[in-house]
Each structure stands twice: as C-alpha cells, then as structure tokens.
C-alpha cells in the first residue's frame, strides 16, 4: 500500500465502519421507541455510543479523502453538496446524510434547549440520513459490488430496514 | 430500618454501579468499532483493490479515469 492508496484505503475503511455503526445506531435508536424491548438505560447507552462511533468513523472517511493524491478531492468538495463533479448525485447524497447525521445527532446533546417534543419530531428524520448514506455506499462505493461488503451490510441494515418498516406501516395505515 | 446515611450509602453503590456499567458498554462498543475499522482496512489492503475500473468517466480535476479509483496496476504504482 503506498502512501497515496494509505489514505484511499483509509477513507474506504472509514466508510464502511460509519456505515455499520450508523445502522447499528438505527436499530438500537428503533427498538427504543419502537417499544419492542423494555426501556433501559442500557439500551440508550449503546445508542448512543453508536451514534458518536458513527460520527467519528465518518470524519476519518471524508478526511481522510483530502490525503488521497489520485482523486484530489478539496474541504469543498467533500463539505457542499455538488461541489465536485466526480458522481455528484453519489457524492451529495453521501455529503448531505453526513451533514444530517452530524447535525441532528449532536442536536441530542441541545434537547432541552430545542425542546424535547420538537426534537424528537427532528430526530426522525436521521432515519433518512442513514437511507441516504446507504445509497452512497451502494452507488458510489468501491466496494458495493464486493461479497463481503453485501453480506456485512446486509447483516447491519436489514435488521433496521425491517424494524423501520414496522415503525412506520402503522403511521401508513392510519393515513389510508 | 435503615437509616438515613445507610440509604444514602446504598444509592451511592447503585449509581457507582450504573456508572461502571456505562462505562464498560462505552469501551465494548468503542473497541469493536476499532476492531471492525482494522479488520475492514486489513481485508481492502490485502485484497488490493482499488477501484474498479470498467467505466470511464471525467473527475473534478479535469482528468479522464475510471468510476472509482483505479488499481495500483492501472495507475503504474506498486
């Protein structure tokens, strides 16, 4: 591995943690209010520390990209959506579920300011934020067409996919 | 009855508890994310693939290479 593929390598690694750790996070976020275990403070623990591995694999995969010399990505690129013409669609998506998970995740930390009521209506929408980095991965991911990186995702994201589809065909089914 | 400072002593030990075992939840969790991150950067080192290398498009930087990073062998890097 050279230094350039080192931080390429890196970026990737990165992604793919933040990725698991962001769908793990969803399904421990779902099983608390889904009210499909008892509450516990453990529970809300695990949640969580999710969400901040989360957020720390996801700064080393996008900061690690400014490292890379091949695809001489800038701060700009990897911060704006549609900055960088290299697959923008992929690349937004990615750059915007980052920027909602970032943002609505450390928002836990300013609930009683947000007010608690409104911040759990905000907090829903991380689901969202998680669809749309799975899309990035599977668009834009060098990986996504390895068996290893489907059989991994899969185990994380079907699992939360599934419990998300449950929380939601209720709400579905009372406005039909 | 307990007293009290007896009450008090047994809440303590029932915090201190609940404070170590957040604790060790934070450091698992911590720890297999570490984990996973080596396991990942190993098996993508290891494997040596850097890219694919089927599509051809144009980057940001006004060069034309493949859909994603091109392998250590297409570039001429070791």
Known sequence: ??????????????????????????????????????????????????SLTTLAALAVHVFALLGDGFINLSL?????PFASSYQSLWMAAGITGGWMLTILGLSYYARTRIGVARWRKLHRFTALAWLLGIAHAIGQGTDAGTLPFAIALAAVALPALGLLAMRLAPATEAAT | MASSSERRETARQALAERARR?????????????????????????????????????????????????????????
């Open chain 1, 76 to 80: 700009a690129d990897i911060l704006i």
């Open chain 2, 22 to 78: 957040i604790s060790a939840i934070r450091r698992r969790v911590f720890a297999g994310a570490l984990a996973a991150f080596v396991m990942a950067w190993s098996v993508i080192a290891w494997s040596g693939s850097m890219g694919a290398t089927s599509a051809a498009s144009t980057t940001s930087a006004g060069t034309t290479q493949s859909q994603d990073e091109p392998s250590a062998v297409t570039t001429g890097q070791s």
């Open chain 1, 1 to 50: 591995v050279t230094t350039d593929q080192l931080f390429w390598v890196t970026s990737r690694a990165g992604g793919i943690v933040a990725l698991a750790a962001a769908s793990l996070a969803v399904t421990a976020g779902l099983l608390m209010g889904g009210r499909f275990v008892p509450r516990s403070v453990d529970l809300r623990v695990v949640h969580e520390t999710l």
